[in-house]
């Protein structure tokens, strides 16, 4: 069976070897890469601008880009053929090819950030390695952090301010490195698409611009759902044992960080999308108005056969909607909650109908095809490239953030730099 036919509807007059080659791993790759670098964008608004109001969300979401930054590869490693070779872009990179230039760009921002990380923690590592040493005793756990903080420390266990001060000095030089390469990592992505001139819908010098945009909407976004689902449970977990935590008198007092924090965050979020919601429209405006040859398929699947999915789910619930609810006066945590969600929404959507409306219309211009996302795995391939497979990638950052959480403290932790 050739690869595509599984969840591909023929209509009309297409190509006998025409499929919906790029399925729904394809509309992740850069919906995760596009969360990195947002992500990455927000810590740098702090670390970089000093906007200091961000200083909490922005060592928060530092450490969730790391995380995040495992799962961008995966996939593509899943939609492969032979996994196993995806290896070879990582080992091999080279800039004549743009998918080849991923293994140089990937490695780039990853050395950028585990290193501005490094020094940003560098403090807590010396001072957790020293206090576990001292301590008698140790369980079996507390040995292994103390190893781990051990190698973390590479050695450098000068924490005087004096050495404090150049660890900030490196990290504010890292972080303004770090945004350009951040969105190289994720506007290649777009130029991808972008440079593909057999395709009538992706063929734009504008696509890498609006996937960078749209990358820092989608990586805020989930930044300040995922800070208000962790101080959420913190004030749960906190109700519970009666306690309260370092630096804080009463859960009251985390309510008002927290909402003060994501208020903040949300004028950014709108900012920046404004500036995607203007790109997009400006684009599907240019189409229209130069009306090359292949503009009377495009026109019959944007206004027609795609009209829901990206007017009404894409435009208007994950633009229009979230846009109104972040601009009215007063935004609660609710409201921010059912926002930030329908903003992410909007940008899967934005990907979705880029990658799937992309292939929808043949080559021949008088057919179409339609794709039918596997949601009950009958074998391995429509495992990987259906639901479940979709859902795993989007968990796996979770679970790697929930382990970097016991070695990068994110919450409690003042940098005496």
């Known amino acids: 069976m050739v690869h595509g036919e599984i969840w591909t509807l023929k209509e009309l007059f297409v190509l006998p070897n025409e499929y919906i080659y790029w399925s729904i791993q394809i509309v992740m790759y850069p919906f995760m890469t596009g969360l990195v670098a947002g ?24 450490v969730f880009s790391f995380a995040l930054l495992f799962a961008a590869p995966m996939p593509i490693v899943l939609h492969l053929q032979h996994p196993f070779r995806g290896i070879n872009v990582m080992m091999t990179p080279h800039f ?6 991923f293994g140089i760009v990937f490695f780039s921002y990853g050395a950028i950030v585990a290193s501005e990380l490094w020094f940003l923690y560098r403090k807590h590592f010396v001072e957790s390695a020293l206090a576990l040493r001292e301590k008698q005793d ?54 991808i698409f972008g440079s593909v001139k057999a395709n009538a819908l992706w063929m734009t010098p504008l696509m890498p611009v609006i996937f960078i945009m749209s990358a820092v909407v989608s990586g805020i976004a989930l930044c300040m759902l995922t800070y208000i689902i962790t101080m959420e449970l913190r004030k749960f977990l906190m109700g519970i044992k009666k306690a309260h935590a370092v630096g804080f008198q009463t859960k009251e007092d985390l309510k008002s960080v927290e909402i003060n924090v994501i208020r903040m965050t949300a004028k950014y ?16 405006i240019f189409r229209g108005y130069t009306a ?36 009215l006066p007063g935004l609660t945590l609710r409201r921010a909650v059912v926002g930030v969600l329908l903003v992410l929404f909007g940008v899967f959507m934005m990907r979705y109908n880029v990658v799937i409306g992309g292939q929808a219309f043949s080559l021949t211009f008088m057919g179409y095809m339609h794709y039918e996302l596997p949601i009950i795995p009958h074998d391995w391939e429509t495992l990987k490239e259906g639901l479940f497979g979709a859902l795993g990638i989007f968990v796996m950052p979770f679970v790697l953030f929930w382990v970097l959480s016991h070695i990068f403290p994110i919450f409690n932790y ?3 730099h």
């Open 138 to 191: 140790k369980s079996l756990y507390e040995n292994i952090l103390y190893l781990v903080f051990c190698a973390l420390t590479l050695g450098v266990t000068d924490i005087s301010q004096e050495a404090l001060h150049k660890d900030e000095k490196a990290i504010k030089t890292l972080a303004g490195i770090g945004i350009p390469v951040a969105c190289f990592l994720h506007g290649y992505a777009g130029f």
């Open 39 to 62: 992500a990455f964008v927000l810590s740098s608004l702090y670390h970089v601008f000093g906007i200091k109001e961000l200083k909490d969300i922005a060592r928060f979401a530092l």
């Open 292 to 327: 090359v040859k292949s503009w009377d398929v495009l026109r019959s699947v944007i206004y027609g056969r795609d009209f829901a999915a990206i007017f009404l789910f894409q435009y208007g619930l994950g633009n229009a909607v979230p846009f109104i609810l972040f601009l």
């Open 414 to 416: 003042e940098e005496s």
């Open 96 to 101: 004549t090819s743009a998918i080849a230039a």
């Open 269 to 284: 979020l709108l900012f920046f999308l404004i500036a995607a919601i203007s790109l997009e429209l400006l684009d599907l």
